[in-house]
């Protein structure tokens, strides 16, 4: 689609603030037209990226979880982590990458949790990259405007 | 079928009977938080010869609301503060039936021409008095958190807690959200809450009234920065006073894109200014324990705002913007208290 879809975003974003929202008489539909104009410039960012950060995020998670599997112990959490991780993102639409990183984070806490319970170097080292990986993931995420 | 003005004015009649040509108009709906339908309104009618004319505040439930508060708490606080060193406007009635206009309400006096956005307050006139402006909120959450419940006839409209079960209370009610209303998996918050219990907090140094939503945006101000009232007291309750503290200089506050919470001070400053108008002291791993709380119950409050958009009727737009807007900080926020960030 041309014009760019982000490109659309942002200038009707702008419309609203800056033409549209001073022209209204009242402050509550000022104030609406401002959250919609916001709303609008987060799609925006969002848009572009939106399925290359769910690619790189699942595909992070599985090698995590490859690099994890030789020490879990538990058998059905081990047995998870294998069939998640020998999946691939074969469907590339947003809704369907988006489905496969719910079931990888919600896994991740499982593995998360299992690993803050147990000793050893192994348990530190796989800890260590989750929280890295956790770490990654709020910078994929990140908006221009948020506050922090 | 009568209009909210003339459904005001048939309930105000019922309130003021011995009123004369009672008159309800320029209603308007305005910005008033996310939890209650707000309105402004003016009030005129004679009174033994005299013509009394009143600008108020109607605060009115939504179907939908972001958070599941309870009005009467929220109307007890404010008449429990008005005219203490607490800035509050006064409350004048609480409906709790929903027939007179739909669903269940209050009316307070409107506190006029002041801000509340944190946008308006980082410009100019008010930008100048930024220094002013902290040292009058955290000064005046000192004096919420030194004053006592008790004397403020507070005990029983808010359920008492014991100082050892305050961060049990507040976690497991939060940790209730995200399991009911969380649409994706969260695996900060839930590294968060286990460590959060793992590390609890030391009893609390005293049962204090907690806001619940103390923050920059929750209280009026003029433009030579001074705070004229503080609002939206839909979550408040009784607690660890560290609770406020903790909310207050919450990173998703930062609204001048830096360090200063609430976009006003350092952190540091803050907690002194609250440590002198209280009397209290800031234990420094009990306030990170509140700090990290807060991001929970932050994070809870825009997961159900999602929640809430996405299953109920109410399609108003601040709920999908706190949730995209402010989740992915609210994250970093807890990962920056656990120090992984």
């Known amino acids: 689609m041309r014009p760019r879809i982000e490109a659309v975003f942002q200038a009707v974003a702008a419309d609203l603030l800056e033409r549209l929202a001073p022209a209204l008489s009242s402050s509550y539909q000022q104030g609406t037209v401002g959250m919609v104009a916001t709303l609008l410039a987060i799609a925006a960012e969002e848009w572009d990226r939106a399925a290359s950060r769910r690619i790189e995020e699942n595909a992070s998670i599985r090698d995590l979880f490859r690099d994890a599997t030789p020490a879990i112990e538990n058998s059905a959490l081990r047995q998870r982590l294998m069939e998640l991780s020998a999946a691939d993102d074969r469907d590339f639409r947003v809704s369907a990458l988006e489905a496969n990183n719910c079931a990888l984070r919600a896994a991740l806490i499982d593995l998360h949790c299992y690993v803050e319970k147990e000793a050893g170097p192994d348990a530190r080292r796989i800890e260590d990259k989750i929280w890295k990986e956790l770490a990654k993931s709020t910078e994929r995420r990140r908006l221009i405007s948020a506050p922090f | ?341």
Not at chain 2, 114 to 139: F, G, Y
């Open chain 2, 1 to 341: 079928m009568a209009t909210l003005e003339e459904l005001l004015t048939d309930y105000i009649k019922l309130k003021l009977p011995a009123a004369a040509a009672l008159r309800v108009d320029q209603l308007a709906q305005i910005s008033g938080g996310a939890s209650r339908q707000t309105y402004r309104f003016r009030l005129s009618y004679e009174d033994r010869g005299k013509t009394v004319e009143r600008r108020l505040i109607l605060r009115r439930d939504p179907t939908n609301s972001l958070i599941d508060t309870d009005r009467r708490i929220e109307f007890a606080a404010y008449r429990a503060f008005y005219g203490t060193g607490v800035p509050v406007p006064e409350m004048l009635w609480l409906e709790e039936d929903p027939a007179p206009l739909g669903s269940p309400f209050f009316i307070g006096t409107e506190l006029r021409g002041l801000q509340t956005a944190p946008a308006q307050m980082l410009m100019e006139p008010c930008a100048s008095h930024l220094a002013e402006i902290a040292e009058q909120k955290w000064s005046i959450l000192g004096r919420i958190a030194a004053s006592g419940p008790r004397e403020l006839g507070l005990v029983g409209p808010m359920e008492w807690v014991e100082p050892a079960d305050c961060w049990k209370r507040e976690l497991g009610y939060w940790e209730g959200v995200l399991d009911s209303d969380e649409l994706i998996p969260q695996p900060i918050m839930r590294a968060a809450i286990r460590w959060l219990r793992y590390n609890p907090p030391p009893p609390a140094q005293k049962i204090s009234v907690v806001h619940g939503d103390y923050r920059t945006g929750n209280f009026l101000f003029d433009e030579a920065g001074k705070i004229h009232g503080i609002l939206d007291w839909e979550m408040s309750h009784l607690g660890d006073p560290l609770e406020d503290l903790g909310w207050s200089l919450n990173r998703v506050w930062c609204w001048a894109h830096d360090d200063r919470r609430g976009g006003l001070v350092s952190r540091e400053q803050a907690i002194a200014i609250w440590e002198r108008a209280s009397g209290l002291k800031a234990d420094p791993k009990a306030l990170r324990w509140w700090e990290l709380f807060a991001t929970v119950k932050g994070q809870g409050i825009w997961v159900s705002s999602a929640h809430s958009w996405e299953t109920g009727s109410n399609k108003d737009p601040i709920l999908v913007l706190s949730s995209w807007w402010l989740m992915n900080s609210q994250d970093r926020a807890a990962l920056e208290l656990m120090g992984r960030l």
